[in-house]
Every structure is written in structure tokens, then in C-alpha cells.
């Protein structure tokens, strides 16, 4: 099973930063924060992934909270392009396989 | 370069038929991994490849599912005997072998109905 929470869904409006909160409160000491994206009809796409530290891509930034249960993704200046279920998922660096929750769906509205 | 890619995109099959879902990975990439995706619902892990062995079948959900990868790069999916609930997108997925780059990069799935 998933272990994490995500709301559902969420609107944003275009060009405003969309802000995508996820709640892990059973993390452990050497599990990551991942964070994966699926366009519709297109397979996940990795976005970026964090221990503890706030991290930050051309794609995406991410932030952890001090105690390391929940964080958040940011999309800066969203398009209607990042229209799209984004998955927050916890797991151990490596190989090892993905668990995916059922994500929200975020709508980027023009 | 390229992707992972996936054949077919679409299959249509009969109740007790046998497929076979074929999946190419990025060149280079030695793990592999099948997911199975449901209507509304997020990918579901089946099985892992390490090279040509499978590290991890903990997902396949019974004995009708198998999957091969007997030179290291293209794998198939095998599902004997289908049933109407084994209609779902399946997914394919490689990476290189690195604790520090694991990024997952995932193909187009492959869409199957079994009537």
C-alpha cells in the first residue's frame, strides 16, 4: 500500500504557482520523497525527488518539512501543459519498485 | 534518443486467449520493470528485472502472469488464459543500476481488453 496521502484533485489557475501537498507521516530515516507526474494517456514521468533538504529543477521545486512528514511540490508558473495526476511516492534510493498511490489530479485552468 | 517503447500500443484479445506485451528499454539501462494500471487507480508494480533475471516477482498476480528478459534488454509479458480483469494499461519502465540515478523512465503502455 501507498504511503502517502494526497488530496484528490486541485485547480490551478495558469500561470500561477501550483502548490501540491503530500503527507508521509510514517517515513523512515532512509526513504526519499519522490515525486512522479502522468500525463493523460502517457506513462509517469519522473520529477523530482528529495531526503530532507528543499531541492529545486528546472521542473519542479520541493518542500520537506523539518520533521520530514509531509512535503510539497511547487510548479512555479504553471501551464496548461502541467494539466496532469502527479504522485508522491516514499521509497529508498535504488532499485526498487515504485508504489504508487492514486495521486491528485491537477487542472491547470486558462 | 530514444525512449522506452512498447508493442502493441492496443490489444484486443478474447477471454482465454494468450498475449504477449513486448517492451524495449532505454539502451544501457539494465533494470527493468512492469507495472499494470487500472482504470483510475495509479501503476501497480508486477515484476523487476536486474539484467536477465527477474531480482523481484512479489507483484505478479498469479501464476497465468509470467515475464522474460532473456538477453539482458527486451522484455515480454506473458498472460496465459486472460481474463475479463486483466483489461488494463500495462507499463513498462527501465533504469540504470545506480543507488544515486533512479530515476524510472516509463513507456507509452500498452492498452489491453479482454472481452
Known amino acids: 500500500d501507498a504511503k502517502t496521502t494526497q488530496p484528490p484533485s486541485m485547480d490551478c489557475a495558469e500561470g500561477r504557482a501550483a502548490n501540491l501537498p503530500c503527507n508521509h507521516s510514517?517515513?523512515?530515516?532512509?526513504?526519499?520523497v519522490y515525486w512522479y507526474r502522468q500525463i493523460h494517456s502517457q506513462g509517469p514521468q519522473y520529477i523530482i525527488h528529495?531526503?530532507?533538504n528543499n531541492e529545486t529543477n528546472e521542473m519542479a521545486s520541493l518542500i520537506i518539512t523539518e520533521d520530514r512528514k509531509s512535503s510539497t511540490l511547487i510548479l512555479p508558473h504553471a501551464t496548461l501543459r502541467d494539466t496532469a495526476v502527479y504522485y508522491c511516492?516514499?521509497?529508498?534510493?535504488?532499485?526498487?519498485?515504485?508504489?504508487f498511490g492514486k495521486g491528485t489530479r491537477l487542472s491547470v485552468i486558462a | 534518443g530514444a525512449g522506452v517503447s512498447q508493442t502493441p500500443s492496443n490489444k484486443v484479445t478474447e477471454k482465454g486467449k494468450y498475449v504477449e506485451l513486448r517492451c524495449d528499454p532505454i539502451?544501457?539501462?539494465?533494470?527493468l520493470y512492469w507495472y499494470r494500471q487500472s482504470l483510475g487507480q495509479g501503476p501497480e508494480f508486477l515484476i523487476y528485472?536486474?539484467?536477465?533475471?527477474?531480482?523481484?516477482d512479489s507483484g505478479l498476480p498469479n501464476d497465468r502472469f509470467f515475464a522474460v528478459r532473456p538477453e539482458g534488454s527486451v522484455s515480454t509479458l506473458k498472460i496465459q488464459r486472460t481474463e475479463r480483469g486483466d483489461s488494463a494499461v500495462y507499463l513498462c519502465?527501465?533504469?540504470?543500476?545506480?543507488?544515486?540515478?533512479?530515476?524510472?523512465?516509463f513507456g507509452p503502455g500498452t492498452r489491453l481488453t479482454v472481452l
Open positions: 519502465a527501465s533504469s540504470l543500476t545506480s543507488r544515486l540515478v533512479d530515476e524510472q523512465f
Open positions: 539502451s544501457g539501462h539494465t533494470a
Open positions: 510514517t517515513i523512515s530515516g532512509n526513504e526519499y
Open positions: 511516492i516514499v521509497r529508498v534510493t535504488g532499485n526498487t519498485p515504485l508504489v
Open positions: 528529495g531526503l530532507k
Open positions: 528485472f536486474q539484467g536477465t533475471g527477474a531480482a523481484d
